[in-house]
């Protein structure tokens, strides 16, 4: 029987819209082909069948190990979970965990039973050589940032370094999924998601990105980025993509061949990116032209806080005016905005609290957010291992997960703030909740008349069009004069968030 590389990747909890291709066991997947092991990619997130698929490839296939990623939070659970089933059907293979969480909390994750090897950083050049050492029972001494267990003791492997060229690294083994169930209408009516450099060089204090890629920014070549897309276009007849990069318009050379490259090309795409609005508002406008012709429709930025003295205390090194800047340049451009705001960070008086919500409301009321597709996602401050935000939480008494497990627990949506009172928790609640049934809003309008020029012309749906635009005036009528409370359309709202039949119809209805 063939051994194969077995990767699981836990389910995240979210919802329908926040659905992505597992880019970073698609870039394992890659290595470990590359170098002749057969790979075998299960996503927790897609639904029940993962669940048997993963258990009909165990009973039928020799396997070297399970790999499992985990960002802090639910994967964790879902991720021991199938560990535990793993652990039964065959005991003596390891299981590999790897990802964000065990990266930053290495020791107490290699303490777990259900852990055998933990993969620190970046993972595909150590996994082919615990896959090596795994197949020829060779020792697993010697792999750099990596800790396993050994006759009941924890060993380390030497400290790894960054990689220098992640150009190297083999093209993203997207044909190891099935691409169709990852096809989105994010940003155009065929979307998917693609990664074209890791890591930032900035070092915002609530955030592990800078603790663990040392603050480098690991970049793809343009001709790399181009070729890959190219690729998704023929292979996969995508006419979206969205960059998970955690900062896209770091180097404007880069950009700028991207963007001409990608018009030279005839790509005809659509694509989104995150961006610093401070790195946007320094581009001239010929190149701003050239990012907006090649394709750019919806720019997602980090805005974090409507109060200075919150960005300052998170080292943002931006201001809440840059925000302002920015959705009026993307206004002039038009392209579309998602902001996202955190509450409940540590300052003085929970002030950060008032300004956000105040920002919010003003962006809201004097932007044309709802004409414009404007989005604002606002959640509580989390402070997540490896931030220097959390080190000083930690200093000042915020109680952690004492194990691996109970991160499983830690999530964005429960108040970790104590400083936060009972009415303030309460003022916070309401806003997210307007802000919802504003995004839902916001959303359908986009989809309904805007990317989906099918919908918009067939005679069958004049009806729902119909309500969507009378949705939509109430809507901003509501948002102009602040009337939140009688939430007829929060029941709509959650009708189609959670009931799996309705939400499946609209995705069939937005692909055709
Ligand atoms: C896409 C994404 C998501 C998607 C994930 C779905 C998906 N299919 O990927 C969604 C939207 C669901 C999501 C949710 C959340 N995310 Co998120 N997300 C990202 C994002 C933007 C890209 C991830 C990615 O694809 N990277 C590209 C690949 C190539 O890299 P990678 O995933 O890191 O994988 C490499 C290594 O980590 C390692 N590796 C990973 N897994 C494994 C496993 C094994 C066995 C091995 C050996 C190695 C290994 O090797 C890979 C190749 O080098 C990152 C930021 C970023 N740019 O990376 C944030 C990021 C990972 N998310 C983060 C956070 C905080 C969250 C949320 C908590 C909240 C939020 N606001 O988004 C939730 C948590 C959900 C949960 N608990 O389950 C943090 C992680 C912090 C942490 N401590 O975990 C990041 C870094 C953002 C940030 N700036 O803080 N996220
Ligand atoms: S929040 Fe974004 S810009 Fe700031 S350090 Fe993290 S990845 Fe970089």
Not at 100 to 123: A, E, F, N
Not at 192 to 213: H, K, N
Not at 329 to 351: Q, T
Not at 413 to 419: D, E, G, Q, T
């Amino acid at each position: 029987m063939e051994k194969i590389c077995v990767l699981y990747f836990p389910n995240t909890g979210s919802s329908l819209n926040w659905y992505r291709a597992p880019l970073g066991f698609l870039s394992l997947g890659a290595s470990l082909e590359e170098a002749g092991y057969k790979t075998v990619i299960v996503d927790g997130n897609c639904g029940k069948e993962s669940e048997l698929r993963l258990l009909s490839i165990l009973k039928d296939h020799d396997v070297i190990f399970l790999g499992i990623s985990a960002m802090t939070g639910v994967q964790i659970l879902d991720g021991l979970q199938v560990a535990r089933s793993f652990r039964e059907l065959k005991p003596d293979t390891p299981i590999i965990w790897g990802g964000w969480h065990p990266t930053l909390m290495p020791q107490q994750t290699i303490k777990h039973d259900l852990v055998d090897i933990v993969v620190k950083g970046l993972g595909e050049e150590n996994i082919v050589k615990i896959a090596s050492c795994l197949k020829n029972g060779e020792p697993l001494k010697g792999i750099p940032g990596i800790l396993y267990k050994k006759g009941g003791l924890v060993e380390e492997g030497p400290e790894d370094k960054l990689p220098f060229d992640v150009n190297a690294f083999p093209r993203a083994a997207y044909h190891l999924i099935d691409v169709e169930q990852y096809i989105t209408t994010d940003v155009n009516s065929r979307t998917l998601t693609y990664i074209s450099s890791r890591g930032c060089p900035y070092r915002c204090g609530f955030c592990a990105v800078s603790t663990v890629y040392k603050r480098r920014w690991l970049r793809q070549s343009a001709e790399r980025v181009i070729d890959d897309i190219e690729y998704l276009i023929k292979t996969y007849k995508v006419n979206g993509i969205r960059f998970e990069d955690s900062n896209f318009f770091t180097n404007r050379k880069r950009v700028r061949v991207i963007c001409e490259e990608l018009i030279r090309r005839g790509c005809n795409i659509k694509w989104s990116a995150l961006a610093r609005p401070e790195e946007l508002l320094k581009y001239d406008d010929e190149l701003l032209m050239l990012v907006k012709e090649s394709g750019c429709n919806q720019v997602l930025v980090g805005s974090e806080s409507g109060d200075q003295d919150a960005l300052d205390l998170i080292t943002k090194d931006n201001t809440v005016e840059d925000t302002i800047k920015m959705v009026e340049l993307c206004n002039r451009l038009d392209i579309s905005l998602l902001l996202s705001y955190m509450v409940g960070l540590p300052v003085k008086n929970c002030k950060d609290v008032d300004s956000t919500l105040n920002v919010i409301t003003k962006l809201y009321k004097e932007y044309e957010f709802a004409k414009r597709g404007h989005e604002i996602l606002l959640f509580y401050y989390t402070p997540y291992p490896g931030s220097a935000l959390y080190r000083l939480a930690v200093d000042n008494g915020l109680k952690v997960p004492q194990s691996f497990e109970a991160w499983g627990d830690w999530t964005l949506n429960v108040l970790h703030s104590p400083w936060i009172t009972e009415a303030m928790n309460k003022k916070i609640l309401k806003a997210m909740d307007n802000y919802a049934i504003i995004r839902f809003y916001v959303r359908a309008n986009q989809m309904i008349f805007n990317r989906t020029e099918v919908l918009v012309k067939e005679k069958k749906y004049f009806l729902l069009r119909v309500a969507l635009r009378l949705i939509n005036k109430l809507f901003q009528f509501r948002i102009d004069n602040d009337f939140f409370s009688f939430p007829l359309f929060r029941n709509i709202y959650l009708l189609v968030a959670k009931s799996p039949y309705v939400s499946k119809i609209i995705s069939k209805m937005l692909k055709a």
